[in-house]
T-cell receptor
Framework: SQQGEEDPQALSIQEGENATMNCSYK?????LQWYRQNSGRGLVHLIL?????REKHSGRLRVTLDTSKKSSSLLITASRAADTASYFC?????????????FGSGTRLQVQP | DGGITQSPKYLFRKEGQNVTLSCEQN?????MYWYRQDPGQGLRLIYY???????QKGDIAEGYSVSREKKESFPLTVTSAQKNPTAFYLC???????????????FGSGTRLTVV
């Protein structure tokens, strides 16, 4: 099952604009991770936020986590054409005992030069 | 360089055939995973293994089989029982040591399987 769901499914912006993607999940988590996938390629790990953290930064990326609302957001600032990719959230659920990531359906980001 | 290698990049399967996808890592990771991705979709977990000679079913294990005889290798066999195997298959690995929840996965570049 895919318990993480991204919103929007697709996003098109101009270079230099900020891009915000949201992820919602249904059960308690240990951590939440964001990955990037270029078309036809494997996924690349971007950033991990633990359940006791509220915000984390990495370069132009900013991730927030609201465990009360079971949601996370990924903000890419000053986007570039090279940021065009699909972005997925993924979680390890704390109450299932399964030690494997469950991925959301992804947001396809298109950055127009 | 450390990494995870999937082969082949493209694979064609005839109806009724079993095919095996290779996944090798030299990252010294204990855990390895297989995911399936259909066009425009997220990843679905097929099987995962936390340690040699042990593995667990994921959400869509039917029609697939795996083995974990070596730490470095986690091959996936798509059997004839898998009725709709055309998809992009991704292998990943991760550490399982102390603080494993603080680390992400390393993915291979994928194998695209097509039934002909």
């Amino acid at each position: 099952s895919q318990q993480g769901e991204e919103d929007p499914q697709a996003l098109s912006i101009q270079e230099g604009e900020n891009a915000t993607m949201n992820c919602s999940y249904k059960t308690s988590i240990n951590n939440l991770q964001w990955y990037r996938q270029n078309s036809g390629r494997g996924l690349v790990h971007l950033i991990l936020i633990r359940s006791n953290e509220r915000e984390k930064h990495s370069g132009r990326l900013r991730v927030t986590l609201d465990t009360s609302k079971k949601s996370s957001s990924l903000l890419i600032t000053a986007s570039r054409a090279a940021d065009t990719a699909s972005y997925f959230c993924a979680t390890v659920f704390g109450d299932t005992g399964r030690r494997a990531l469950t991925f959301g359906s992804g947001t396809r980001l298109q950055v127009q030069p | 360089d450390g990494g995870i290698t999937q082969s082949p990049k493209y694979l064609f399967r005839k109806e009724g055939q079993n095919v095996t996808l290779s996944c090798e890592q030299n990252l010294n990771h204990d855990a390895m995973y297989w995911y399936r991705q259909d066009p425009g979709q997220g990843l679905r977990l097929i099987y995962y293994s936390q340690i040699v000679n042990d593995f667990q079913k994921g959400d869509i294990a039917e029609g697939y089989s795996v083995s974990r005889e070596k730490k470095e290798s986690f091959p996936l066999t798509v059997t004839s029982a898998q009725k709709n195997p055309t998809a992009f298959y991704l292998c990943a690995s991760s550490t399982q040591g102390p603080g494993f929840l603080n680390y992400g996965y390393t993915f291979g570049s994928g194998t695209r399987l097509t039934v002909v």
